[in-house]
């Protein structure tokens, strides 16, 4: 009976044990080494990675990580054919490394174990001992934990111990002013490191068998930027380059396409949960807070870079104008184009200068008046302040013949290596017009009067409101003191019906506030102004305004 007993309780304490030998004995998982395969970057920080590695043997556990900090849904994984996979998961996982330390507390960390001379604060004997431990409160993790994480350690909290002749000593790190290592310390201090992966048993694995990943992530981004030369007087060189800012990883070797357009990236804010450490309630709370809701609109400008621009044809100033070639043919897919750039290599934190092409397109000089509205959204009539100076530009009517859209960007008009001025190139789709804005037309005098004509008193009653139709004339004139004729577009937005214009205008109506009392128009005039002569445009229309 007694034998039974003892064999039944030694069965137990084996059993019990089990759990804890197989957790003491499990191999860590194998890192699967991806490589970035290809990128497609976005003006508004986002890029769409690719990357692919091989897979190890069948029976093991592999670890696909660290994760990026991958917007909710995109993040997928692939694999060859035959490849099977079972308990595939996202957790966190730690590493250590090690690097110089930065402080007293950093060098004691890394020095356990070695003899020591400490000195305290107000004390001119020292203490000389053997280091035995430092131990500091539990790091805290930030609160939004993304791809890896060094937590923070308070510093100058926590207890050391230090064996001496006359015992072990505790010590605050605050109370050690100096100290001198009577052994030979080490500077590397290891580094507590945490990142999110993907972890999971690898059932069965045929022979060069690999594994690939594509997810949509922030930190990179890519700048266009146009240069204009006007110095032949039939045809513009226009050139083009691409600055990419990396913020996420190394680059090596990889397909990088440049995509113009608007795509519409409904949960761009959100981090996947396979990426992110938080709870349940956090992320839901992130669905409701992070959801894009709209598009956003691109940037109408974005940031410079300096840069240095190749050989090429020289003005007499000396510098070199860019010629970069024909343009690659590009992709398009829908309403995206996807421009691409070969072995593209970048290291975190760098900016690369990628040159484009270089095309001859054709372009015309061309003046332009804008005049706005002087409704406001109440139908209340607000005149021109007479301080308020109209402006005529001196523009550039530039014809897509690229092949290519062209993005919205930073464009500079350069002659004879000299620069004329630097606005906006709007984006523009292939085989259509755009305007350049390059400087003020000081050669030429603007002039804008509207005056009332008629008046008809509580003509109408919208929506509780008494209106009177007024009737309003307008005359726009044009004064050139310039020695060329040059061609004109004159546009006046009017909120009204129109019922005259002289010359013939082209008028469209705009759909901008429908539910208001009167209508919204654009009106038109192309025409050449001579040299040194004046030209006028008159327009009529009826506008109701609240009695």
């Known amino acids: 009976m007694m034998i039974r007993r003892s064999l039944i309780a030694m069965l137990l304490v084996a059993a019990l044990a089990l759990p804890a030998l197989a957790q003491e004995t499990a191999p860590a998982?194998?890192?699967?080494?991806?490589?970035?395969?290809?990128?497609?970057?976005?003006?508004?920080?986002?890029?769409?990675?690719?990357r692919t590695g091989p897979l190890p043997p069948a029976g093991s556990m592999i670890e696909f990580g660290p994760l990026p900090a991958a917007v909710h849904g995109t993040l997928w994984l692939g694999w060859s054919d035959g490849v099977q996979f079972t308990n595939l998961r996202s957790q966190e996982v730690a590493a250590s490394e090690t690097r110089d330390a930065l402080s007293i507390d950093e060098l004691i960390r890394a020095n356990i174990g070695r003899r020591v001379r400490v000195y305290l604060p107000g004390e001119d004997d020292s203490i000389t001992g053997t280091i035995l431990s430092y131990s500091q409160p539990e790091a805290q993790p930030p609160v939004n934990p993304y791809v890896s994480i060094i937590p923070p350690r308070p510093e100058g909290q926590g207890v050391i111990l230090i064996s001496t002749d006359n015992g072990t000593l505790a010590l605050a790190p605050n109370q050690i002013q100096r100290i001198i290592f009577l052994d030979a310390p080490t500077t590397n201090v290891p580094v507590d490191r945490k990142h999110m992966a993907i972890t999971?048993?690898?059932?069965?694995?045929?022979?060069?068998?690999?594994?690939?990943?594509?997810?949509?992530?922030?930190?990179?981004?890519?700048?266009?930027?146009?240069?204009?030369?006007?110095?032949?007087?039939?045809?513009?060189?226009?050139?083009?380059?691409?600055?990419?800012?990396?913020?996420?990883?190394?680059?090596?070797?990889?397909?990088?396409?440049?995509?113009?357009?608007?795509?519409?990236?409904?949960?761009?804010?959100?981090?996947?949960?396979?990426?992110?450490?938080?709870?349940?309630?956090?992320?839901?709370?992130?669905?409701?807070?992070?959801?894009?809701?709209?598009?956003?609109?691109?940037?109408?400008?974005?940031?410079?870079?300096?840069?240095?621009m190749p050989a090429g044809p020289m003005g007499p100033s000396g510098a070199a104008m860019p010629d970069y070639g024909a343009p690659v043919e590009g992709v398009e897919a829908e309403d995206l184009f996807f421009y691409p750039i070969e072995n593209v290599t970048l290291a975190r934190g760098d900016v690369g200068y990628y040159p484009l092409f270089s095309q001859r397109i054709p372009y015309d000089h061309v003046y332009t008046w804008e005049i706005g509205d002087y409704m406001d959204q109440y139908d209340h009539y607000q005149p021109r302040d007479d301080g308020q100076q109209q402006i005529v530009w001196h523009s550039l009517?530039?014809?897509?013949?690229?092949?290519?859209?062209?993005?919205?960007?930073?464009?500079?008009?350069?002659?004879?290596?000299?620069?004329?001025?630097?606005?906006?190139?709007?984006?523009?789709?292939?085989?259509?017009?755009?305007?350049?804005?390059?400087?003020?037309?000081?050669?030429?005098?603007?002039?804008?009067?509207?005056?009332?004509?008629?008046?008809?008193p509580n003509a109408q009653t919208f929506m509780g409101s008494r209106y009177d139709r007024v009737t309003v004339r307008g005359?726009?004139?044009?004064?050139?003191?310039?020695?060329?004729?040059?061609?004109?577009?004159?546009?006046?937005?009017?909120?009204?019906?129109?019922?005259?214009?002289?010359?013939?205008?082209?008028?469209?109506?705009?759909?901008?506030?429908?539910?208001?009392?009167?209508?919204?128009?654009?009106?038109?005039?192309?025409?050449?102004?001579?040299?040194g002569e004046t030209v006028q445009m008159t327009y009529v229309y009826n506008v109701f305004v609240r009695s």
């Open 200 to 308: 999971g048993w690898l059932a069965n694995a045929p022979q060069n068998a690999t594994l690939s990943a594509s997810y949509l992530t922030r930190g990179i981004t890519w700048a266009p930027s146009y240069m204009v030369d006007i110095s032949d007087d039939e045809r513009a060189l226009l050139s083009a380059k691409a600055a990419i800012i990396n913020e996420v990883e190394d680059i090596a070797g990889a397909r990088v396409e440049l995509v113009t357009g608007f795509p519409y990236l409904e949960f761009q804010d959100i981090i996947s949960p396979l990426a992110k450490k938080e709870d349940l309630a956090a992320f839901l709370n992130s669905l409701y807070r992070g959801q894009s809701g709209q598009m956003r609109r691109e940037a109408a400008t974005m940031a410079q870079v300096a840069y240095n």
């Open 29 to 50: 998982p194998t890192p699967v080494d991806t490589q970035v395969q290809s990128i497609a970057l976005f003006k508004n920080g986002l890029g769409f990675f690719t």
């Open 475 to 531: 005359t726009l004139t044009m004064r050139s003191h310039m020695d060329r004729e040059v061609s004109v577009e004159v546009t006046k937005l009017l909120t009204g019906e129109v019922t005259e214009t002289s010359p013939q205008a082209e008028v469209v109506k705009l759909a901008a506030g429908l539910q208001r009392a009167n209508p919204r128009s654009r009106l038109t005039w192309e025409m050449p102004l001579p040299a």
């Open 397 to 456: 009517r530039l014809t897509n013949e690229t092949g290519m859209p062209w993005t919205t960007a930073p464009a500079e008009t350069v002659q004879d290596g000299r620069i004329l001025g630097q606005a906006t190139l709007h984006y523009t789709p292939r085989g259509a017009k755009t305007l350049l804005k390059i400087t003020q037309a000081l050669g030429i005098q603007p002039e804008e009067t509207e005056v009332e004509i008629a008046r008809q």
